[in-house]
Protein backbone atom coordinates (compact mmCIF):
# COMPACT_ATOMS: atom_id res chain seq x y z
CA UNK A 1 0.00 0.00 0.00
CA UNK A 2 1.20 3.53 -0.63
CA UNK A 3 -0.09 6.24 0.35
CA UNK A 4 1.35 10.23 2.07
CA UNK A 5 4.75 10.12 4.12
CA UNK A 6 6.40 12.70 5.87
CA UNK A 7 10.38 12.27 5.11
CA UNK A 8 11.71 15.25 6.83
CA UNK A 9 9.37 18.09 8.29
CA UNK A 10 11.49 20.61 7.32
CA UNK A 11 12.25 19.90 3.40
CA UNK A 12 11.94 22.76 1.36
CA UNK A 13 10.62 22.05 -2.00
CA UNK A 14 11.25 25.30 -3.59
CA UNK A 15 14.63 26.33 -5.19
CA UNK A 16 15.14 29.96 -6.15
CA UNK A 17 15.99 29.98 -10.19
CA UNK A 18 17.13 33.82 -10.35
CA UNK A 19 16.18 36.88 -8.76
CA UNK A 20 12.37 36.82 -9.13
CA UNK A 21 11.69 33.10 -10.20
CA UNK A 22 10.99 30.41 -7.85
CA UNK A 23 10.13 26.73 -8.61
CA UNK A 24 8.21 24.52 -6.00
CA UNK A 25 8.37 20.81 -7.06
CA UNK A 26 6.28 17.90 -5.83
CA UNK A 27 6.87 13.90 -7.07
CA UNK A 28 9.46 10.96 -6.66
CA UNK A 29 12.13 11.98 -4.31
CA UNK A 30 15.16 11.95 -6.18
CA UNK A 31 14.00 13.50 -9.15
CA UNK A 32 12.50 16.31 -7.86
CA UNK A 33 15.59 17.30 -6.38
CA UNK A 34 17.73 15.87 -9.15
CA UNK A 35 15.45 17.95 -11.39
CA UNK A 36 15.51 20.78 -9.04
CA UNK A 37 19.04 21.25 -9.33
CA UNK A 38 19.52 20.63 -13.12
CA UNK A 39 17.34 24.07 -14.07
CA UNK A 40 18.31 25.68 -10.96
CA UNK A 41 21.89 25.20 -12.47
CA UNK A 42 20.88 25.78 -16.16
CA UNK A 43 19.04 28.95 -15.58
CA UNK A 44 21.69 30.14 -13.57
CA UNK A 45 24.32 29.14 -15.96
CA UNK A 46 22.20 31.10 -18.91
CA UNK A 47 21.74 34.68 -16.53
CA UNK A 48 25.68 34.40 -15.92
CA UNK A 49 26.42 33.91 -19.81
CA UNK A 50 24.25 36.49 -21.14
CA UNK A 51 24.33 38.74 -18.14
CA UNK A 52 20.97 38.59 -17.82
CA UNK A 53 17.48 36.78 -15.75
CA UNK A 54 14.97 34.99 -17.63
CA UNK A 55 11.27 36.52 -17.53
CA UNK A 56 9.30 33.51 -15.69
CA UNK A 57 7.56 33.04 -18.82
CA UNK A 58 11.17 31.67 -20.74
CA UNK A 59 12.02 29.95 -17.34
CA UNK A 60 8.83 27.77 -17.97
CA UNK A 61 9.54 27.26 -21.55
CA UNK A 62 12.64 26.18 -20.82
CA UNK A 63 11.75 23.80 -17.76
CA UNK A 64 8.76 21.91 -19.88
CA UNK A 65 11.33 21.85 -23.17
CA UNK A 66 13.76 19.48 -20.49
CA UNK A 67 10.69 17.46 -18.98
CA UNK A 68 9.54 16.75 -22.95
CA UNK A 69 12.97 16.01 -23.82
CA UNK A 70 13.08 13.48 -20.37
CA UNK A 71 9.73 12.18 -20.73
CA UNK A 72 11.68 10.81 -24.54
CA UNK A 73 14.59 9.45 -22.46
CA UNK A 74 14.60 6.10 -21.14
CA UNK A 75 14.77 7.70 -17.25
CA UNK A 76 11.88 10.58 -17.69
CA UNK A 77 11.60 12.69 -14.39
CA UNK A 78 8.05 12.16 -12.59
CA UNK A 79 7.73 15.58 -11.13
CA UNK A 80 5.03 18.15 -11.43
CA UNK A 81 5.87 21.65 -10.59
CA UNK A 82 4.68 25.01 -9.86
CA UNK A 83 6.52 28.08 -11.36
CA UNK A 84 6.04 31.16 -10.26
CA UNK A 85 7.80 35.21 -10.70
CA UNK A 86 7.24 38.52 -11.08
CA UNK A 87 8.56 40.24 -14.69
CA UNK A 88 11.10 42.35 -13.55
CA UNK A 89 10.47 44.35 -16.83
CA UNK A 90 6.89 44.05 -17.13
CA UNK A 91 6.16 43.90 -13.55
CA UNK A 92 3.73 41.61 -14.27
CA UNK A 93 3.25 38.38 -12.08
CA UNK A 94 2.72 35.01 -13.58
CA UNK A 95 2.34 31.22 -12.11
CA UNK A 96 2.71 27.61 -14.47
CA UNK A 97 1.77 24.68 -13.84
CA UNK A 98 4.07 21.45 -14.93
CA UNK A 99 3.38 18.19 -14.79
CA UNK A 100 5.62 14.95 -15.91
CA UNK A 101 3.91 14.74 -19.14
CA UNK A 102 5.57 18.10 -20.15
CA UNK A 103 2.13 20.09 -20.26
CA UNK A 104 2.32 23.65 -19.17
CA UNK A 105 -0.88 25.90 -18.06
CA UNK A 106 -0.50 29.58 -16.70
CA UNK A 107 -2.79 29.94 -13.95
CA UNK A 108 -4.21 32.30 -11.18
CA UNK A 109 -3.61 30.13 -8.33
CA UNK A 110 -2.59 26.76 -7.74
CA UNK A 111 -1.64 24.16 -5.15
CA UNK A 112 0.05 20.86 -5.54
CA UNK A 113 0.62 17.70 -3.74
CA UNK A 114 -2.21 16.10 -1.25
CA UNK A 115 -2.47 19.82 -0.23
CA UNK A 116 -4.82 20.49 -3.88
CA UNK A 117 -7.37 17.94 -2.67
CA UNK A 118 -8.09 20.25 0.11
CA UNK A 119 -6.81 24.31 -0.84
CA UNK A 120 -8.32 24.70 -4.56
CA UNK A 121 -11.66 24.98 -3.51
CA UNK A 122 -11.23 27.86 -1.12
CA UNK A 123 -8.81 29.27 -3.42
CA UNK A 124 -12.01 28.56 -6.32
CA UNK A 125 -14.38 30.53 -3.90
CA UNK A 126 -11.92 33.31 -2.42
CA UNK A 127 -9.52 34.17 -5.09
CA UNK A 128 -10.35 37.46 -7.54
CA UNK A 129 -7.90 38.68 -9.78
CA UNK A 130 -7.26 42.58 -8.01
CA UNK A 131 -6.33 40.57 -4.55
CA UNK A 132 -3.60 42.48 -2.27
CA UNK A 133 -1.00 40.55 0.10
CA UNK A 134 -2.83 40.64 3.00
CA UNK A 135 -5.99 39.10 1.40
CA UNK A 136 -3.77 36.57 -0.09
CA UNK A 137 -2.01 35.76 3.39
CA UNK A 138 -5.90 35.52 4.96
CA UNK A 139 -6.68 32.91 2.24
CA UNK A 140 -3.18 30.91 2.94
CA UNK A 141 -4.11 30.95 6.50
CA UNK A 142 -7.52 29.43 5.47
CA UNK A 143 -5.91 26.76 3.67
CA UNK A 144 -3.53 26.04 5.96
CA UNK A 145 -6.35 25.76 8.60
CA UNK A 146 -8.25 23.28 6.49
CA UNK A 147 -5.01 21.22 5.72
CA UNK A 148 -4.74 21.16 9.91
CA UNK A 149 -8.41 20.21 10.35
CA UNK A 150 -8.71 17.42 7.57
CA UNK A 151 -5.27 16.06 6.25
CA UNK A 152 -4.94 12.51 7.19
CA UNK A 153 -1.41 13.15 7.71
CA UNK A 154 0.37 14.94 10.74
CA UNK A 155 0.65 18.29 9.28
CA UNK A 156 3.67 20.00 10.18
CA UNK A 157 2.71 23.65 8.60
CA UNK A 158 3.73 25.93 5.96
CA UNK A 159 7.07 27.77 4.84
CA UNK A 160 5.59 31.05 2.76
CA UNK A 161 8.04 32.37 0.23
CA UNK A 162 6.82 36.07 -1.52
CA UNK A 163 7.96 36.36 -4.90
CA UNK A 164 7.40 40.05 -5.91
CA UNK A 165 9.07 43.35 -7.72
CA UNK A 166 12.04 43.24 -4.51
CA UNK A 167 12.41 39.55 -5.08
CA UNK A 168 12.20 36.31 -2.98
CA UNK A 169 11.58 36.40 0.34
CA UNK A 170 10.74 33.90 3.34
CA UNK A 171 7.61 35.10 5.39
CA UNK A 172 6.93 34.16 8.77
CA UNK A 173 3.34 32.87 9.53
CA UNK A 174 1.44 32.89 13.17
CA UNK A 175 0.29 29.10 12.39
CA UNK A 176 0.27 27.88 15.85
CA UNK A 177 -3.23 28.63 17.05
CA UNK A 178 -5.80 25.37 17.34
CA UNK A 179 -8.28 24.94 14.24
CA UNK A 180 -12.02 24.08 15.53
CA UNK A 181 -13.46 21.03 13.37
CA UNK A 182 -15.86 22.25 10.78
Not at 68 to 90: C, E, H, K, Q, W
Not at 114 to 119: S, T
Not at 139 to 161: Q, T, Y
Request: hydrophobic residues 40%; proline residues 4%.
Amino acid sequence: MRGATILKATDDKTKELNDHTLMASSGEAGDTLQFAEFIQANIKLYSMRNDTNLAPSAVASFVRGELARSLRSRRPYNVNLLLGGMDPITKKPSLYWLDYLASQVSLPYAAHGYAQYYCLSILDKHHHPDIDFEKGMKILMMCSDELKRRLPIDFKGLLVKVVDKDGIREVEIDDSKPVKSA
